[in-house]
């Protein structure tokens, strides 16, 4: 299968394979009903409440009012790039996220275009995810707060173009009700469409943009052998009670934890510029 694009060089594959096949369509009642049969067997005892999810990045981590993503909240993740219209970097950046919690992963999505290797790269393996496909964009969001209302399940990722506010407080209630963390994956086919879902509100505690960043050339030193990881522009587009910042990271390692590339977190301090004195 072939991955999507990506004009990063050195990077690796995101998430979607190509081409896309389209699932037989199903009414929403089937998907419900499949849904619920395969979330019994994930059912397992666990006190709804809230917890946070550290970045394990502290200038990110100090930024947000809880010190990392809150649990039992909706967030959102977009892409931003040549290639958003695949949202491989932000399925990446919320499979990291969701790797780094124990327990099962529901993920909602309209057709069979996740690549599985490159999830299990961000330390997501496809024996801890239960994929649902829809068939259809508006029957995603009913599958998610389906999914979000058991207990057996620490996240729902879902992959949407549009999120009304109340479907987002909807969402966002079932997840202060089961404690589970809700990722909204942002897909838009177009610009115009990305123009009219971000100019809309949501009741995410977060919304997160993923971008991809070339690595800078080093005329002092060879490149190392192999691939390395992946530089992304991350900003923090809103966050209740926190300012909108942005971050160059590395994309996310085996374990799904970003990290601030070595180059910028070694290199030196710039002196400051000596003033002349007259005399």
């Known amino acids: ?23 037989p ?18 059912e397992r005892r666990r006190a709804p409440g809230t917890g946070v999810l550290a970045f394990g990045v502290p ?37 990291g996220i969701a790797a780094r919690l124990p327990g099962e992963i529901v993920w909602c999505l309209l ?18 995810v239960l994929f649902v496909e829809t068939g259809r964009d508006r029957d995603v969001l009913p599958a998610m707060e389906e999914a979000v209302r058991h207990r057996g399940v620490a996240a729902v990722v879902g992959e949407v173009a549009t999120l009304s506010l109340t479907a987002s407080r909807r969402l966002h209630l079932a997840a202060e009700a089961s404690g589970a963390l809700v990722l ?32 800078p050339l080093q005329a002092s030193r060879p490149p190392p052998p192999g691939l390395h990881r992946a530089r992304w522009l991350v900003d923090l587009v809103r966050a ?35 003033r002349l004195r007259s005399a």
Do not use: K, Y
Not at 81 to 87: D, R, T, V
Not at 185 to 209: D, I, K, M, N, Q
């Open 59 to 95: 200038d990110i981590d100090a930024c947000l009012p809880d010190r990392g993503l809150r649990l039992g909240a909706l967030h959102e993740i977009s892409e931003a790039g040549a290639g958003a219209e695949f949202s491989a970097l932000s399925a990446l950046f919320a499979g």
């Open 184 to 215: 909204v994956v942002r897909r838009w086919s177009t610009g115009s469409e990305r123009l009219a879902s971000e100019s809309e509100p949501t009741a995410s505690l977060t919304r997160w943009r993923v971008s991809p960043l070339a690595a």
């Open 111 to 128: 057709r069979r275009n996740l690549f599985a290797p490159s999830l299990a790269g961000v330390g997501l393996p496809p024996h801890r």
């Open 240 to 274: 209740r009670g926190a300012p909108a910042r942005s971050w160059i990271l590395e994309a996310p390692d085996a374990t799904g934890r970003l990290d601030l590339p070595a180059d910028m977190v070694h290199r030196s301090v710039p002196s400051p510029p000596t």
């Open 25 to 42: 369509a199903v009414g929403r009642g089937v998907v419900l009903a499949r849904l619920r049969r395969d979330l019994e067997r994930l």
């Open 1 to 23: 299968m072939r991955a999507s694009p990506s004009s990063v060089p050195g990077s690796t594959d995101g998430p979607r394979s190509l081409p896309d096949v389209p699932p």
